[in-house]
């Protein structure tokens, strides 16, 4: 057999695993979800006891809840929220006891009609009757963080990126004629 044939032949087994490669990274992608639900299968998953309630976290396509709204807070920077950022009540973002971390979801305030879009990275309320708590920030966008608490209408949007040290993600503001006309119209979370 001639040089040439081999080389030809060796180049050719080359290609072969290459493409092969290829389609194994692509089948392992595709089976992935994408880069965006794994990440669900982590800690913040995990079943959790909280004052002797057991909290079973899950995935899900659809969540509608009304109910009472809270705000929490803490110095910027003081405590790590349940999904390993850092809490920093300036952003727009949320707790809840069961949705994935982190997702997006919708926040209406059933009282004046204010709706936002804010970041749950945190697990609470674990107060009786209440089904989400939000950053002061959140609260005042809504317009009842001098009152301490809201009815609210939840609305699971989907799953939102792992923050990464240096990306900043954005939620817009529902411009609607409720909502104080000086506000920005975009508010920035984790």
């Not at 899950?58 to 003081?78: C, F, I, M």
Request: charged share 25%; hydrophobic share 40%.
């Amino acid at each position: 057999m001639s040089a040439t044939v081999r080389t030809s032949r060796a180049g050719a087994a080359l290609r072969l695993g290459a493409i092969a490669l290829a389609a194994v990274s692509l089948v392992a992608c595709a089976s992935s979800g994408g880069g965006r639900h794994e990440r669900y299968a982590s800690g913040p998953l995990k079943p959790y006891r909280i004052q002797g309630k057991l909290y079973e976290p899950k995935t899900v396509k659809h969540y509608d809840e009304k109910g009472l709204a809270s705000w929490y807070g803490y110095p910027a920077g003081a405590r790590q929220t349940a999904s390993g950022e850092w809490f920093d009540g300036r952003r727009m973002a949320a707790a809840h006891k069961t949705l994935p971390l982190p997702c997006i979801v919708e926040v209406t305030n059933l009282e004046n009609g204010r709706k936002i879009k804010v970041r749950v990275n945190d697990r609470g309320p674990f107060v009786k009757g209440r089904i989400i708590d939000l950053t002061r920030a959140a609260a005042d966008r809504l317009g009842f963080s001098q009152h301490g608490t809201a009815h609210v209408r939840v609305k699971f949007l989907g799953p939102a990126p792992m923050a990464d040290s240096d990306q900043i993600l954005m939620a817009e503001v529902d411009p609607s004629p409720q909502t104080d006309p000086s506000a920005d119209d975009v508010a920035w979370l984790f």
